[in-house]
C-alpha cells in the first residue's frame, strides 16, 4: 500500500474514533450530568464580579432550601385547596404553610380516603440519590425558587456599572442533592469587559454547596410518613391517650367503654368542652412520641409515686417509642408536634353527650338490670393535624436546618381510618425503566440458590430486585459444577433495595441490599425451605378427657391419644394458622391459614350470605383486606341469587403448606344444633342490702325460655414450633380444642367462659400430634 494511501486510511479511521467518543459522551451526558466541583478560576480583575454572583446564589439557594423546609418541600404553593376546618388540604400554621403528606378527603368512601401531596424529591428523568423522582418535586421548587430570587440579589449588577461592561446570557438553575449536602449550579453566561485594560472574559457558570443532609432528612421523612401508612400509630396512641383521660366524670373525657349500675344519675359532657379538653389537655401529650431511629432518642421516665401504675405509665411511654424502619439516622433529630390547632370532632349526633339506658327488648337477663344500667359507650370521630419536624443541627455549618411535613390524625368510630394511599397533584410518577441497560450499575452480582432442607442446588428461582419498582433479574440454572447460579448486573438503588428469592413450591425469602455505584463483585447466597403439604385432621377434648388425663397424675401423657373424641355432626372448627416471620422478607405460610373443619360424617357444611359478609368485614377491620377488596366481595356475594352456599365436606382436601418454625393457631368451635335454656324466676334485691337485709323487699324476675340455634362451645388459642424433622419425616397433623359444656340452665349461660379463660391451665392438652 502507498503512503498517500494509508494516510488516508489513518485519518478516516481518527474522524471515526472521534465521531464515536462524541456520541457516547453525548450519551452518557444525557444519563448524567455531574456538577462542576467548583468555580471557574478567574483573573483577580473580575474575581469581584464572581464572587458576587456565588454569594448571591448561597444566599438565594439558602432561602430555598429554607422554604422547603417550611413547606412540607415547597418553596411556592399552587392547586392546593386552603380551607380553615380539617378539609384543607394545607395545614396552616403561620409563618408555614405546610401541605399534608397524609390526609382524609372526606368526599369519597364511606369515610373518606386517604390522600397526599407528598412531593418527590427529584426531578423527572434525573439521577436521584433515592427512587424519588417526579413532578412538582422539591429540587425542581428549589431551582425555580432560585431562578425566580436571584435578580433581586444581583440587582442588574448595579454596583459594577461604570467599572464593567456586562452582557448577560439567559439564566438556568440546576441542583444535585448529594449524601451529605447539595449544591447548586446557576448557569448564567456572563461576557465581561474588564474597562479599565480592555480585558475580556467569559463566565458560563456559579456553583455554591450546602452541608444540608436533604437527603436522609427526606428518606427519614418518608419512612415516618410510610409508618403512619402501614401502622396508624398516631391514631393508636391519641386512641390510648383517650382511654386514660376518660371516665365516668364530667371533668373526664366520655369513655370508650363503660357501663354505670344501680344509679338513676346520669353523666352528661357538652361537645364543645370536651373538645377544649382534647386541644388543651390531651393532645399535646402526642408530642411525647420519639422517633427511635433518630440521634435525639431519650428514654420518657415515669413520673408517678403510685407503684401499681408505674407499670401502666411505663408500658405507655414504651408504646410512644416508635421505630418506623430499619434505617438509621443517629444525625438527626425528630420531634411530634401537636399545634394546638381546632380539631373535627364527633361523638354521637347532638352537642350533649348522653348515656344510653339499656333496652333489654326480649333478652331477659337484661331486664334485671334495666332500671339501674347506663352504657357509657362512645364512639369518637376525631381529625386532627400534627407536624413533624426533622432538624439536621450541623447544618449551614452549624446553624441547624429544619424540614417539616404535616400529617393528619383520623379516627372514625374508635377505628384508626387506613387505606391505600391516593397521590395527587404530584404529576406523573419517575419513568426511569430499571430494566435499561443504562441504569445498571457496572458491578457483576452472583447469586447462589440451594434447597434448604436437602441442601441441594435449587434451580429456576426467580430473583428479583425491588428498589421503589421491581426489576426481574433472571432464573438460576444448573451450571457444569453442579452449582445452582445466576449472573448479572442489576439497577442503582440507594436505599430501600431488596433482593427477592421466588419458586413455587417454596417460602419465598429476601435480602437488604442497596446497589450503589462501583465495579467490586458481589455473591449472595440463599436456601429456601420446601413447603411440605401436610393433611389436617382436628379432634376434641371434653371435660370427661380433662379429667380422666388429669386423675392418672405422672401417667397422664399415655392418656393423651386415648382423651379424645370426634367432632359431632353439629359442630364445624374454625381454624386460623399464621407461620411467625424470623425475617420481614419472608412469605406467608401457610399462603391460606384458615379452614373450616367439619366431621367426616357431618355432610356439607352451610354458609348464610350474611355470615360471609360478616367474616369479609371482620378481615377488613383487622386489616387483612383493602377497602377495595373488601367492596368486590360484599358486590360478589349481593350478586349470588342463593341465601346459603354449600361446601362439601371432603377430609382429603383439609390440607396446607408448611415449612420449620413457629406457628400461631386461633381455633373456635362452632355448635349448630337446638339449644334451650328453660324458664326461671329469680328474687333479687334492687338496691344494696343493709346488714343483710333488702330495704322495701325483695323483687320477682322471669327469666323466659330462650333457644338458640348457633354457640361457640370451644376452641384454641396456642403457638407451637415444627422441627425440620416434623415437618418433612410426617405427612398429617392433628390439632386439638377444648370443648364446654352447652348451657343447659340460666347459671351455666351465666358462667360461660371465653375460650381463652376455659383453656387456662390447660394449653398443655392443646400440643399438635405430628404424625
Not at 349526633?349 to 339501674?372: A, H, L, R, T, Y
Not at 355470615?611 to 377488596?629: A, R
Amino acid at each position: 500500500m502507498k503512503k498517500s494511501q494509508i494516510t488516508i486510511v489513518v485519518i478516516v479511521a481518527l474522524i471515526i474514533i472521534l465521531v464515536g467518543a462524541v456520541f457516547f459522551y453525548t450519551k452518557s451526558s444525557l444519563i448524567k450530568v455531574k456538577p462542576p466541583v467548583q468555580n471557574l478560576e478567574v483573573s483577580d480583575n473580575v474575581k469581584p464580579i464572581q464572587d458576587f454572583v456565588v454569594e448571591c446564589l448561597d444566599s438565594v439557594s439558602k432561602q430555598a432550601l429554607i422554604a422547603a423546609g417550611n413547606n412540607g418541600g415547597f418553596t411556592n404553593l399552587t392547586n392546593v385547596m386552603v380551607r380553615p376546618d380539617h378539609t384543607s388540604e394545607v395545614l396552616i400554621f403561620e409563618p408555614q404553610k405546610i401541605p399534608y403528606w397524609y390526609y382524609l378527603d372526606d368526599k369519597c368512601g364511606q369515610y373518606g380516603c386517604v390522600k397526599t401531596k407528598k412531593p418527590p424529591l427529584c426531578k423527572d428523568n434525573e439521577e436521584c440519590v433515592v427512587v424519588s423522582n417526579g413532578k412538582n418535586s422539591i429540587q425542581e421548587s428549589m431551582n425555580k425558587y432560585v431562578e425566580n430570587n436571584i435578580d433581586t440579589c444581583i440587582n442588574d449588577f448595579e454596583s459594577f456599572k461604570g467599572i464593567f461592561d456586562i452582557k448577560k446570557g439567559k439564566k438556568s438553575v440546576r441542583s444535585v442533592i448529594k449524601d451529605e449536602s447539595i449544591s447548586f449550579i446557576l448557569d448564567y453566561p456572563l461576557d465581561i469587559t474588564y474597562r479599565s485594560t480592555n480585558e475580556k472574559i467569559n463566565i458560563p457558570y456559579f456553583y455554591t454547596a450546602h452541608n444540608v443532609k436533604l437527603k436522609e432528612i427526606y428518606m427519614l421523612a418518608q419512612d415516618i410518613f410510610q409508618a403512619e401508612l402501614d401502622t396508624q400509630f398516631l391514631e393508636t396512641n391519641t386512641m390510648n391517650l383517650i382511654t386514660i383521660y376518660s371516665g365516668i366524670d364530667p371533668e373526664m373525657l366520655p369513655p370508650i367503654a363503660g357501663l354505670q349500675f344501680f344509679t338513676a344519675q346520669r353523666v352528661f359532657w357538652t361537645r364543645s368542652k370536651v373538645k377544649d379538653l382534647m386541644i388543651n389537655d390531651v393532645l399535646p401529650f402526642i408530642g411525647l412520641i420519639r422517633i427511635m431511629n433518630t440521634g435525639d432518642i431519650y428514654p420518657i421516665n415515669p413520673r408517678g409515686t403510685d407503684a401499681d401504675y408505674i407499670a401502666l405509665e411505663e408500658g405507655i411511654y414504651r408504646s410512644m417509642m416508635i421505630k418506623v424502619s430499619e434505617n438509621n439516622y443517629y444525625g438527626l433529630k425528630a420531634n411530634i408536634i401537636y399545634p394546638y390547632s381546632d380539631i373535627y370532632l364527633r361523638i354521637g349526633d347532638s352537642e350533649v353527650i348522653k348515656p344510653d339506658s339499656m333496652d333489654p327488648g326480649d333478652n331477659p337477663v337484661m331486664k334485671m338490670f334495666n332500671v339501674f344500667l347506663h352504657d357509657y359507650s362512645f364512639k369518637y370521630d376525631i381529625t386532627y393535624p400534627v407536624i413533624v419536624r426533622i432538624s439536621d443541627p450541623k447544618a449551614f455549618n452549624g446553624e441547624g436546618y429544619d424540614f417539616s411535613i404535616a400529617l393528619e390524625t383520623n379516627i372514625r368510630q374508635n377505628v384508626p381510618v387506613k387505606g391505600n394511599i391516593t397521590v395527587i397533584n404530584l404529576g406523573p410518577s419517575a419513568t426511569i425503566d430499571l430494566e435499561s441497560e443504562e441504569q445498571k450499575v457496572n458491578r457483576t452480582i452472583t447469586f447462589k440458590t440451594h434447597d434448604k432442607h436437602t441442601k441441594k442446588p435449587l434451580v429456576d428461582v426467580i430473583v428479583y430486585y425491588r428498589c421503589g419498582t421491581q426489576f426481574v433479574v433472571g432464573l438460576t440454572a444448573l451450571t457444569e459444577d453442579n452449582e445452582a447460579m445466576l449472573v448479572s448486573r442489576m439497577p442503582y438503588c440507594g436505599a430501600g433495595g431488596q433482593i427477592i428469592f421466588e419458586k413455587i413450591g417454596y417460602m419465598s425469602n429476601g435480602i437488604e441490599y442497596n446497589n450503589l455505584e462501583g465495579i467490586d463483585g458481589k455473591t449472595f447466597e440463599m436456601e429456601l425451605w420446601p413447603l411440605q403439604n401436610k393433611k389436617i385432621n382436628v379432634m376434641k377434648r371434653t371435660t370427661t378427657n380433662v379429667q380422666n388425663i388429669k386423675s392418672k397424675g405422672p401417667g397422664a401423657i399415655l392418656q393423651f391419644g386415648k382423651q379424645v373424641q370426634n367432632l359431632s355432626k353439629n359442630e364445624t372448627v374454625m381454624l386460623t394458622l399464621v407461620r411467625s416471620k424470623n425475617f420481614y422478607l419472608e412469605s406467608d405460610v401457610p399462603v391460606l391459614g384458615f379452614l373450616a373443619y367439619t366431621a367426616k360424617d357431618s355432610g356439607p357444611l352451610v354458609i348464610s350470605k350474611q355470615q360471609q359478609k360478616d367474616q369479609v368485614m371482620k378481615l377488613f377491620n383487622e386489616g387483612k383486606i383493602t377497602e377495595e377488596e373488601k367492596d368486590g366481595m360484599i358486590f360478589d356475594l349481593d350478586s349470588l341469587s342463593v341465601e346459603n352456599v354449600e361446601i362439601e365436606n371432603d377430609p382429603e382436601n383439609y390440607l396446607m403448606d408448611f415449612a420449620p418454625g413457629t406457628y400461631s393457631l386461633d381455633a373456635f368451635m362452632i355448635y349448630k344444633g337446638n339449644m334451650v335454656i328453660p324458664a326461671e324466676t329469680r328474687r333479687f334485691c334492687p338496691i344494696p342490702k343493709i346488714l343483710g337485709i333488702c330495704i322495701g323487699g325483695e323483687k320477682e324476675i322471669k327469666l323466659d325460655r330462650q333457644e338458640f340455634d348457633t354457640w361457640i362451645n370451644g376452641g384454641a388459642k396456642i403457638e407451637f414450633t415444627l422441627s425440620e424433622s416434623q415437618v418433612y419425616n410426617g405427612n398429617e397433623i392433628t390439632f386439638y380444642v377444648l370443648e364446654q359444656p352447652l348451657p343447659t340452665t340460666w347459671d351455666m349461660l351465666e358462667e360461660f367462659q371465653t375460650i381463652d379463660q376455659f383453656q387456662s391451665g390447660k394449653t398443655f392438652l392443646l400440643k399438635p400430634l405430628i404424625e
